[in-house]
């Protein structure tokens, strides 16, 4: 014991609110509560026997509640510890306890939790099987040749005096065989003859009575079964039966490392008419759920709802049958082979098997995006509850594909889950942002949101122009660049090329069109385009002019008539085309030059000011192919100044003249997007936090900031480990949180969207942080 005659345990709270407030009060009542463990990251809490009470509000479907009942302790309800700090003392618990015949009108019938607990106290009874166990003194003699005596249980064999024997396995009396055999066919005629008659109900009661561990009934009767549920007449005893039936056989016959029951799984469950295989089995089932006609075969339509809750359960059992194998996998600690388990034969044949996006998963993706769209903004239970069974199929399968292929080659598992990622980006490229922010935090496959959130931003990054530099996935990745789209789109619509251009009648358009403007040269340049090289004026704004012109029109090599213009020293050009072109692009890059790297390396300074008045220090965040900012490039400390008062100056403009962003809908799924990016990226890279339970990180104010001033090959020749190298650079960009912060958009910080406050706070919480580690008082 604890030494405390008050130790509790909570089960089945779920409001976090109430649940702190009771920790609270435990505590100031000089009470004891025993917590849970971290396993992978799910709080998984198991009943600890030094526990005197479980706070609980109603029954809840656990084992610690069971185990907390049969050993007679008080079973309360939160209120119980919720009255007693306000009385500033412990009550007695008997008012409080919790009564399961609450609903039940009979005087008679007394609360059989009190019962138990006034027998177990007055020691009539130690509690729950035990007084069973010591009178029987079991004897267990094991001679199933299948399965060794140590798969008996050991919390079975402490509860009495239990020998176990193992007899001899050979049999000397072929007569207990013959009977054995005779009973069995004897089963098999009775249920066949039950369903020639069309007894299904009455032949799955029959078959449930005769399942044993190790025992498979004959494939054809359960496809029979199958037959009559898929075809919409059967009733809704026999299909939940049928439910039932499925998960004993499972549960008597578990397929991980079974070759025998895995093949048996892979026989039924297919369409008995078709017998193509699982996965279109389940592709079909979806599809039936999701009431559409693309199914392996004709069948009833529209589904009536018991058809429909039948195929939610067997997509639900096809999930147990898969988290069953992936979990027994993580425990056994060894791959299981593509004969070993059914989720493996199910998406990977023989040429696939080194590979995650076998085309069977690239199909579980699609459909996964299709029933996204078919539940978005659903509050239909049933609509939700197919979304989450895929969703949960997709995160088994992808996460014991990783763990069969972790312990031999971590770099596949790492290519493998990039190339769906990019696959699943190419999916959502037409999706709208609302599916976009409903599909992507959903994943539940930490590594595939990470990515996915990657490809799918990278994308829209490269949509707008603005070049990324193929660097791993990092902290300082995710602050310095990825967050420069969102800072610079934030007050600007996101389309790729915008057309903007003067009206008139054909006739008066077909005047003013300049001699040359159709003709294109060999390098893909326009008339915009040599206008700009030579600083026509003229003829540019003549061009201007024009309805449906694109501005951004590029050449060949990318280039923009803005990137000529700051390239050739046309500063008339430059100043026409910010003054009547509302959506130039002047973050347009070609290899990571943007127009304002063309006037500074060119030493136009004059054009680089009127850009930087025009669009502010947004700019200045843009890096070319070697990693250079445009500051970068200027020598001379007076210029450096003088350009930073001119973003400054407009920034302090932007500023003052709007705080609202125009595009929330294209705001909002960035910010969701790189919220499931950076949290991600948190858990997974195993940055400590606080919201981890990890040790706490001893890092006092001198190593930070030695950290700090490393350079990056130093920092490289010194930390070999490319683990501890990747840590040390997220830490030091972590310490630099502040300035990344500071170059966000007004109109960002003070967005009002879900996502948006979401994705600040983040990065606040993440500059806090940084400024705990310089000051040596960090709670990471």
């Not at 007449?233 to 439910?243: R, S, T």
Request: charged share 20%; glycine share 4%.
């Amino acid at each position: 014991m604890l030494g405390n005659q008050y130790v509790f345990q909570i089960s089945g709270q779920k409001d976090l609110r109430q649940k702190a407030e009771m920790l609270q009060a435990i505590r100031q009542l000089q009470g004891h509560y025993i917590g849970g463990s971290v396993v992978k990251a799910a709080v998984l809490q198991v009943y600890n026997e030094a526990v005197t009470h479980l706070i609980t509000s109603k029954p809840p479907a656990s084992e610690k509640f069971l185990a907390a009942c049969a050993a007679g302790k008080w079973i309360v309800t939160p209120q119980f510890v919720l009255d007693s700090v306000k009385n500033r003392a412990w009550l007695p618990e008997a008012p409080y306890e919790l009564n399961l015949i609450a609903t039940i009108k009979d005087p008679v019938t007394t609360n059989p939790l009190q019962t138990w607990r006034e027998k177990v106290a007055r020691g009539i009874t130690s509690g729950a099987f035990q007084p069973l166990c010591s009178s029987l003194n079991w004897s267990i003699h094991w001679n199933k040749p299948s399965q060794p005596a140590s798969c008996v249980r050991p919390e079975v064999m402490e509860c009495a005096s239990i020998t176990v024997q193992e007899e001899p396995r050979h049999v000397t009396d072929n007569s207990v065989l013959l009977q054995l055999e005779e009973t069995l066919l004897g089963y098999i005629t009775r249920i066949e003859s039950l369903l020639e008659c069309s007894l299904f109900s009455q032949a799955l009661e029959e078959l449930q009575g005769w399942l044993h561990p190790g025992v498979l009934p004959p494939a054809s009767v359960l496809h029979e079964c199958m037959q009559h549920a898929l075809h919409g007449e059967a009733e809704p005893y026999f299909l939940g039966m049928f439910n039932v039936v499925l998960n004993d056989i499972l549960c008597n016959n578990p397929t991980w490392n079974n070759p025998k029951s895995v093949k048996y799984f892979l026989k039924i469950l297919q369409c008995p008419q078709c017998e193509a295989g699982v996965w279109p089995f389940l592709q079909t089932s979806v599809r039936v759920s999701l009431g559409s006609p693309a199914t392996c075969h004709s069948l009833p339509s529209p589904a009536s709802p018991e058809l429909l809750h039948f195929h939610g359960n067997l997509q639900a059992f096809i999930l147990r049958l898969f988290q069953l194998e992936l979990h027994a996998m993580a425990s056994a600690g060894r791959a299981a082979g593509s004969r070993g388990s059914v989720i493996y034969s199910m998406f990977w044949n023989v040429w696939e098997k080194m590979t995650l996006s076998s085309k069977a998963l690239q199909q579980l993706v699609k459909l996964l995006v299709e029933t996204t769209l078919w539940a978005l903004h659903s509050s239909e239970k049933r609509r939700l509850r197919v979304l989450g069974t895929l969703q949960e199929i997709l995160a088994a399968v992808v996460e014991y594909w990783a763990q069969e292929h972790t312990r031999l080659n971590s770099r596949i598992v790492q290519k493998g889950f990039q190339d769906l990622a990019e696959h699943m980006a190419i999916l959502c490229q037409d999706l709208h942002p609302d599916t976009l922010r409903e599909l992507v935090p959903a994943l539940l496959s930490h590594r595939l949101r990470m990515l996915t959130a990657d490809a799918i931003y990278r994308n829209i990054c490269i949509s707008n122009g603005l070049l990324l530099h193929p660097e791993p996935l990092s902290l300082h990745k995710i602050d310095s660049h990825l967050l420069t789209l969102l800072s610079m789109r934030v007050l600007s619509h996101h389309s790729v090329s915008q057309h903007f251009g003067g009206s008139g009648s054909p006739e008066d358009t077909e005047k003013n069109v300049p001699k040359g403007f159709y003709r294109v040269n060999s390098a893909g340049e326009t008339l915009l385009h040599r206008a700009c090289k030579r600083n026509q004026v003229e003829t540019v704004l003549q061009i201007l002019g024009l309805p449906d012109v694109d501005v951004n029109v590029k050449d060949h090599a990318g280039w923009t008539p803005l990137h000529e213009a700051c390239n050739h020293g046309s500063s008339e050009c430059v100043r026409a085309l910010l003054q009547h072109c509302p959506g130039l692009q002047l973050d347009s890059q070609v290899e990571g030059v943007s127009p304002l790297h063309d006037a500074l390396r060119n030493q136009h300074t004059h054009i680089a000011k009127m850009l930087l008045r025009h669009a502010g220090s947004v700019l200045l965040q843009l890096r070319d192919s070697s990693g250079h900012t445009p500051l970068d490039l200027v020598s001379s400390a007076a210029l450096h100044e003088k350009l930073m008062r001119c973003a400054e100056e407009r920034d302090a403009a932007l500023a003052v003249q709007s705080s609202e962003v125009r595009d929330m809908d294209f705001v909002e799924t960035c910010s969701c997007l790189l919220s499931c990016l950076l949290l991600t990226y948190l858990a997974e890279q195993h940055i400590p936090s606080y919201e981890r339970t990890d040790p706490v990180l001893e890092f006092s104010s001198s190593a930070a900031h030695t950290l700090l001033r490393l350079s990056r090959e130093t920092l490289h020749s010194h930390c070999t480990n490319a683990k501890a190298r990747a840590l040390a650079h997220d830490l030091r960009t972590l310490m630099r949180m502040e300035q990344y912060v500071k170059q966000l958009s007004p109109a960002l910080i003070h967005c009002a969207g879900t996502h948006t406050c979401l994705l600040i706070q983040l990065l606040k919480d993440l500059q806090a942080e940084g400024k705990a580690l310089l000051r040596g008082k960090s709670e990471l």
